[in-house]
């Protein structure tokens, strides 16, 4: 049985991607750090879970033994990325390169996918849309340089990769918005939901067509919209007044971007807006039922 390790995977996405994987026929090994909560993996068969640090480079080493293929997911994410940039490169970048080191200890032959970010691209509003895979990375916060230092790690590693850009995630949940929207009210944006994000890193597993690729990840056309049209729209179901959040006063890394090659390598664009819609809205009935 293949077994596949997920950095950073008691986190929401790891445990969905790990359930997924098992179904798919799939071996996980889940690596996470030991505060972490991996209640949900007690019992399953076909999971193992090892507590440490991507930073503690002979637990690394171990956490590779015997596996194919490695969905780093581990990161420190906005806005704990933006508090102390050492940190945050000691995390995102340090333990990429801890990653490749151990792949090539084990042999070079496991594939490493990358979940990055559409924040390597910085500021796109005055570039015209959509932006492209091959398009210049100006980050535009710590988090940003730390992919893009990261994403230049494995390109000179000559380990197999695949890297997705993936943008904004929604969650079809009863959560509160914001205080401040990552975007202003006339940017362009195109989040993605969750379970599409899930689908597409199934598939570049899966896929020998994705390897040594670079894609963009978010949510399609549908999801190609204004900042104020999205916030309006979530706001009209959760029952919030869209003036009771704000909007930054300079641009935040968000735009509308090119998925046609992930989408024909992958298939993962599956839910539309309108369809995250009616999922955000039968989640808000249950929970308040």
């Not at 710590?142 to 929604?170: D, F, N, Q």
């Not at 401040?180 to 969750?194: A, G, K, L, S, Y």
Request: proline share 6%.
């Amino acid at each position: 049985m293949t077994r596949v390790l997920l950095t950073g995977g008691a986190g929401g996405v790891g445990k969905e991607l790990a359930s997924v994987l098992m179904e798919h026929g799939y071996a996980v090994r889940i690596f996470d750090l030991p505060f972490m909560d991996f209640s949900a993996f007690e019992g399953v068969d076909n999971v193992e879970v090892l507590k440490g640090d991507i930073g503690d480079v002979p637990t690394v080493h171990a956490a590779l033994e015997g596996v194919e293929t490695v969905v780093h997911l581990a990161a420190l994410l906005p806005p704990n990325s933006e508090r102390n940039r050492d940190k945050t490169m000691a995390v995102n970048v340090q333990g990429t390169k801890n990653l490749l080191a151990a792949i090539h200890a084990a042999g070079g032959k496991a594939r490493l996918i990358l979940t990055s970010s559409v924040a390597t691209y910085g500021d796109t509003t005055r570039s015209d849309p959509p932006i492209r895979s091959s398009h210049p990375q100006k980050p535009m916060d710590i988090y940003g340089e730390s992919k893009v230092a990261a994403e230049k790690a494995i390109l000179e590693s000559a380990v197999p990769y695949t890297i997705l850009r993936v943008s904004g995630i929604s969650v079809p949940a009863l959560l509160d918005p914001p205080d401040t929207w990552p975007f202003q009210p006339d940017q362009r944006m195109e989040f993605i939901n969750r379970a599409d994000v899930i689908g597409a890193l199934v598939a570049a597993v899966e896929s020998r067509a994705a390897v040594d690729r670079v894609f963009n990840i978010a949510g399609g056309k549908s999801w190609q919209m204004l900042g104020h049209e999205y916030a309006e729209a979530l706001c009209r179901l959760l029952d919030v007044p869209v003036e009771k959040t704000h909007f930054p006063k300079t641009p935040g890394w968000c735009d509308w971007y090119d998925t046609d090659e992930s989408q024909a390598t992958l298939g993962y664009q599956r839910t539309s807006f309108a369809q995250f819609l009616e999922l955000l809205d039968q989640a808000i009935q249950e929970m308040l039922a």
